[in-house]
């Protein structure tokens, strides 16, 4: 009888004695290290390597609780289903996810490729990296695995099996919480505002009737619109990258909802590596993140419109008129969760290092400024925002906005110090 015949939480030197005793990926004799690499806030990952060939593979593990609050309790289903997207996805999008070699359901944990010759792209950004792929992998990415998982182009039966197999009740609930509900009202109490902009954000966000019906209709819509299989937390701490090439991992949150979800995750965290860059000058860094903004905006609904084409869509689908409708749908989708995402990482509980890493605090405190007004006017004008260069504009015309009044108050008050 195998110890790992029972679940509990590894540590470090448990996992050498499962990959030893469960996987063939190492010789017998190989000399094996571990240590844990884990930046996210629900999993356990730990990269194997022996240490004499250099050849290593990641054991993910999924616990029970949050790593950010063990008073949030998850089931460990969702590393299953995980793994499973994976390689659904490597499937639609080829040489875009890592490969899955095994999962155990007793263990709730994934052996899969280890991309140690990646960066993780949050902390490359952070760095004023430039990927020069990026915005064409990435949209092909998003094109490959929505369009597929949708109506659009599947059986309509098959594809409604698909929504039953891939609900993931709990962990759409932390983002109906953190994400749809409380950064407008901090209903349970947990959000993280700067105390430098605590009046602001009870002004602008908590106080706000307007903002709160635009993020309910958006939390109604993400419940109710099964559209396809997304990816559920397509941020920058989700992707690798190299110089040549991106791949997406992390999908535990998926299940079928609006496609706009993930389009809007990413160009959100695009807007919060630019932050970091313009606090610290990197003129060069921001240029590209603005032209990657715009490329991945336009490049989604190009290829979008050009898949479209190529499949076999619904009869009803290639009506004159429909797909220019649908994705203006997704656009003004993409630009809500835009706005939300905005909000929840310069408020809500879970927060971005490109924001909290900055130590001035007046530049801080101008950055969540920023990050709040473009937040609301891509909620509330997400009808109205149909282009990439729409999307930089919205974002640039609140960074104008907030510097305009940062200055205004500096020379109201040349003395005491401003901008907060």
């Known amino acids: 009888m195998s ?194 902009i605590r009046a602001f954000a009870d002004r602008e966000l908590y106080q706000d009737n307007a903002l709160h019906l635009e993020v309910a209709k958006l939390k109604f819509t993400f419940l109710n619109k099964a559209e396809s299989l997304i990816h559920g937390d397509l941020h920058t701490g989700s992707i690798f990258v190299n110089k040549e090439k991106t791949v997406v991992f992390d999908p535990e949150f998926a299940f079928y909802g609006p496609m706009g979800y993930d389009i809007g995750n990413v160009t959100a965290n695009l807007m919060f590596a630019w932050c970091n860059g313009n606090t610290y000058k990197a003129e060069a860094f921001c240029a590209w993140v603005e032209k990657t903004i715009v490329e991945v905006v336009d490049m989604f609904t190009q290829k979008f419109k050009a898949r479209f084409a190529e499949s076999k869509p619904d009869v009803m689908a290639r009506t004159e008129g429909f797909l220019d409708w649908y994705a203006g749908e997704i656009l003004t989708d993409t630009a809500g969760y835009t706005g939300t995402e905005l909000l929840r990482r310069t408020v809500g509980m879970a927060q971005n290092k490109d924001v909290t890493s900055i130590d001035d605090e007046a530049a801080r405190a101008r950055i969540d400024r920023i990050n709040i007004t473009a937040g609301k006017s891509f909620i509330m004008n997400r009808e109205q925002i149909r282009t990439g260069r729409q999307f930089l504009d919205t974002f640039l015309e609140a960074v104008s906005r907030q510097d305009e009044e940062l200055r205004s108050n500096r020379e109201e008050n040349p003395v005491k110090r401003q901008g907060v």
């Open 3 to 196: 110890r790992f015949d029972t679940y509990f939480l590894l540590k470090e030197e448990d996992v050498i004695q499962y990959v030893r005793e469960k996987s063939h990926f190492f010789p017998p004799d190989a000399k094996l290290a571990c240590k844990e690499i884990g930046d996210g806030n629900l999993n356990y990952v730990y990269r194997v390597e022996d240490v004499e060939t250099g050849r290593s593979l990641i054991a993910k593990q999924a616990g029970v609780t949050l790593r950010i609050s063990k008073e949030m309790k998850l089931s460990t289903e969702r590393n299953r289903k995980e793994a499973q997207i994976l390689r659904l996805h490597a499937e639609v999008a080829p040489g875009l996810v890592p490969e899955v070699f095994a999962y155990d359901k007793t263990m709730c944990l994934s052996l899969m490729e280890d991309m140690r010759d990646f960066e993780l792209m949050r902390y490359a950004l952070m760095q004023h990296k430039t990927f020069p792929n990026f915005a064409d992998q990435i949209t092909t990415f998003m094109v490959n695995t929505l369009l597929s998982t949708s109506d659009l182009v599947m059986d309509h039966q098959e594809k409604k099996a698909l929504v039953v197999e891939y609900m993931n009740p709990e962990l759409c609930e932390i983002t109906e919480d953190l994400v749809l509900t409380e950064p407008v009202n901090d209903n349970k109490g947990r959000n993280k505002v700067f105390p430098p």
